[in-house]
């Protein structure tokens, strides 16, 4: 019998699903369709959750608690047949991501530092402040993200809904990373010339 680490497919189908969250909440709203993709987007949620067991640190933690908060959300709303629970989805990602970007600001060291010292585990004292200022940024993201996914949610509209959650916030924060690239780059640049 095939393992899900022997399924290389499984990684590509929950990452898709949680980008595509947006669009198939709208799709089974708008078509009442929700009484069996429920069922499957909490089964690849599950999936998603049992193969981050391989990854290490704050990585596994936002991918696992992101997959069982989808997985509670999908659960809850197929028992209940309270279908506008799902919209607060990229509510709640976004204070799971606040909670472990803003909480790792009061640790030895923040998310974003971590995750540098990944390529560069001996990163000078300007990186160390570089990286505690881009984890602020991120929370201040993560705050103004989440609000108006939460104004959305509450407003109901479903087309504005879907495009801010599933289209307009992957855009801000692509920007957000490439800015960020940006910066550094100049700032590696500078700092090693």
Request: charged letters at 10%.
């Amino acid at each position: 019998m095939l393992g899900i680490r022997s399924l290389p497919v499984i990684p590509l189908l929950t990452g898709l699903l949680l980008l595509a969250w947006p669009f198939l909440i709208w799709f089974g709203l708008t078509h009442n369709s929700l009484h069996w993709l429920l069922p499957l987007m909490a089964l690849l949620l599950f999936l998603r959750f049992r193969q981050t067991r391989r990854q290490a640190g704050s990585l596994r933690l936002i991918t696992q608690t992101v997959a069982v908060t989808g997985m509670m959300l999908c659960i809850i709303s197929y028992l209940l047949n309270a279908h506008q629970l799902l919209l607060f989805y990229p509510v709640a990602v976004n204070l799971v991501m606040l909670a472990l970007f803003g909480g790792s600001l009061w640790s030895a060291a923040p998310i974003v530092e971590r995750l540098a010292r990944l390529g560069d585990p001996n990163l000078p004292e300007a990186g160390v402040r570089y990286t505690r200022r881009v984890t602020q940024v991120w929370c201040f993201f993560f705050i103004i993200n989440g609000s108006i996914a939460l104004l959305t949610a509450l407003y109901g509209d479903m087309s504005l809904w879907t495009v801010w959650n599933g289209i307009i916030s992957y855009l801000l924060m692509g920007m957000l990373m490439a800015g960020e690239w940006l910066v550094r780059q100049r700032m590696i640049k500078r700092d090693f010339q």
